[in-house]
């Protein structure tokens, strides 16, 4: 089956501009997960989709914003760009069972802001 | 919370001899524990998990890993190491509970030379 799909792979955006990342999950997947990769900062969760539903969220400022849609893709959107938010965005894909499956994960979009 | 540390942040091997990636973990329930690696300019690809069950988890590449539950520890083993499994690896914790997202540990760089 197709894996999860990330677009677009590369951007570069201006300071104060807003961005807009896409993830479509694997088929059959209702959780959508989005993660921020810095060499600095690691790996840090974004927030996490369910079912059109955002059922957590991590520790990043209102800039920071997603939707899942009813056919599981998610959007994640950044307004008002800053330079530190020039990382790798990762979406992970589950089917969120009763036990966890692997997280599987997309290839991710290199977001520079200059 | 949850948290995770891989205290080595490279680890140096000959190809042929055994590897070991460390990990500790802390949790407040129950861990779900995960092994991810990571190529240049890619995403985290799967390697194994722990549920539930025997404290083996053998998983992808020859890769498997042992649970420790007095030791709260998740360590990445491979009997004989190949230059190309030199990459990023990552462990991860999620607690049981409600909350669904994954905890990186900061990565180690594994480098097996030739």
């Known amino acids: 089956k197709a894996g999860v799909t990330q677009t677009p792979r590369y951007l570069i955006k201006t300071r104060g501009q807003q961005v807009t990342l896409s993830c479509s999950p694997i088929?059959?997947?209702?959780?959508v997960s989005w993660y921020q990769q810095t060499p600095g900062q690691g790996l840090q969760f974004l927030f996490e989709?369910?079912?059109?539903?955002?059922?957590n969220k991590g520790n990043f400022p209102g800039r920071f914003s997603g939707r899942q849609f009813s056919n599981s893709r998610s959007e994640m959107n950044v307004s008002t760009l800053e330079l530190g938010d020039s990382a790798l965005y990762l979406c992970?894909?589950?089917?969120?069972?009763?036990?966890?499956?692997?997280?599987?994960f997309g290839s991710g979009t290199r977001l520079t802001v200059v | 919370a949850q948290s995770v540390a891989q205290p080595e942040d490279q680890v140096n091997v000959a190809e042929g001899n055994p590897l070991t990636v460390k990990c500790t973990y802390s949790?407040?329930?129950?861990?779900?524990l995960f092994w991810y690696v990571q190529y240049p300019n890619r995403g985290l690809q799967f390697l194994l998990k722990?549920?539930?069950?025997?404290?083996l988890v053998k998983g992808s590449y020859g890769f498997e890993a042992e649970f420790n539950k007095s030791q709260t520890s998740f360590h990445l083993k491979k009997p004989s190491a190949l230059v190309s499994d030199s990459a990023l690896y990552f462990c991860?914790?999620?607690?049981?509970?409600?909350?669904?997202?994954?905890?990186f540990g900061s990565g180690t760089q594994l480098t097996v030379l030739p």
């Open positions: 992970a894909s589950s089917d969120q069972g009763i036990l966890p499956d692997g997280y599987t």
């Open positions: 088929s059959g997947h209702r959780s």
């Open positions: 989709y369910f079912s059109e539903t955002q059922r």
């Open positions: 949790v407040s329930g129950n861990p779900y």
């Open positions: 722990y549920i539930t069950g025997d404290n």
């Open positions: 991860a914790v999620r607690d049981s509970g409600s909350a669904r997202q994954l905890t």
